[in-house]
């Protein structure tokens, strides 16, 4: 019973912080310790499953970037996300970095969530290991991606799980997309 309570919780809480009817605020970084990148293919970050993410590798091919959650109600989002994947591998590449700053929604270890994703969206595409995208211990790819002053294009404010930053081949970042807006959706394959 107890644990119907904190799920029910954790999904309402999902979904009033997604469509803004509670305030919340965000920023982002990675789990580079470089907090002077001037490009995105400055960054290197831990992957889920051990090693590192280098950003540079990925130059000639957009890069969508999201922050994800294993216990939300955008969750099945993942699905999407590897769809989009499957179908623009050639010239897009997701990362997505799992957080715990909303409503407590990642609580699992990089094992867990490695796992979950796997498991119930046969996840493929490169995952970080988990990060903050908000406080004092924002990781440092997504204080660049949330800060015009470091980006060169604009400010975004997180404000929940599965938002999404799309950068194009060149790494200047196109457009920040938040939860609400799916990965197959036009918004963002017009973009690609």
Same mark, same amino acid.
């Given at each position: 019973?107890?644990?119907?309570?904190?799920?029910?919780?954790?999904?309402?809480?999902?979904?009033?912080?997604?469509?803004?009817?509670?305030?919340?605020?965000?920023?982002?970084?990675?789990? %580079?310790?470089?907090? +002077?990148?001037?490009?995105?293919?400055?960054?290197? *970050?831990? $992957?889920?499953?051990?090693?590192? /993410?280098?950003?540079?590798?990925?130059?000639?091919?957009?890069?969508?970037?999201?922050?994800?959650?294993?216990?939300?109600?955008?969750?099945?989002?993942?699905?999407?996300?590897?769809?989009?994947?499957?179908?623009?591998?050639?010239?897009?590449?997701?990362?997505?970095?799992?957080?715990?700053?909303?409503?407590?929604?990642?609580?699992?270890?990089?094992?867990?969530?490695?796992?979950?994703?796997?498991? %119930?969206?046969?996840? +493929?595409?490169?995952?970080?290991?988990?990060?903050? *995208?908000? $406080?004092?211990?924002?990781?440092? /790819?997504?204080?660049?991606?949330?800060?015009?002053?470091?980006?060169?294009?604009?400010?975004?404010?997180?404000?929940?799980?599965?938002?999404?930053?799309?950068?194009?081949?060149?790494?200047?970042?196109?457009?920040?997309?938040?939860?609400?807006?799916?990965?197959?959706?036009?918004?963002?394959?017009?973009?690609?």
């Amino acid at each position: 019973m107890i644990k119907l309570l904190a799920v029910s919780a954790a999904f309402i809480s999902c979904t009033l912080l997604a469509n803004n009817h509670i305030p919340a605020t965000a920023t982002g970084s990675s789990v %580079n310790t470089n907090t +002077t990148a001037k490009s995105i293919y400055d960054f290197k *970050v831990e $992957g889920l499953e051990g090693g590192s /993410i280098d950003f540079s590798k990925f130059k000639g091919k957009k890069i969508l970037i999201v922050n994800t959650a294993s216990k939300c109600g955008y969750t099945p989002q993942y699905e999407g996300l590897q769809k989009l994947y499957d179908t623009y591998k050639d010239k897009l590449v997701i990362v997505g970095f799992p957080a715990n700053n909303f409503g407590g929604q990642e609580p699992g270890t990089n094992s867990e969530i490695k796992e979950f994703c796997k498991k %119930n969206y046969g996840v +493929t595409f490169p995952m970080a290991a988990k990060v903050s *995208v908000k $406080g004092d211990d924002t990781a440092p /790819i997504f204080k660049w991606l949330c800060n015009k002053g470091e980006n060169g294009v604009l400010d975004a404010e997180i404000k929940w799980n599965f938002g999404k930053f799309l950068l194009d081949e060149k790494g200047n970042l196109i457009q920040y997309f938040p939860s609400k807006v799916e990965p197959m959706s036009e918004e963002i394959t017009s973009k690609l």
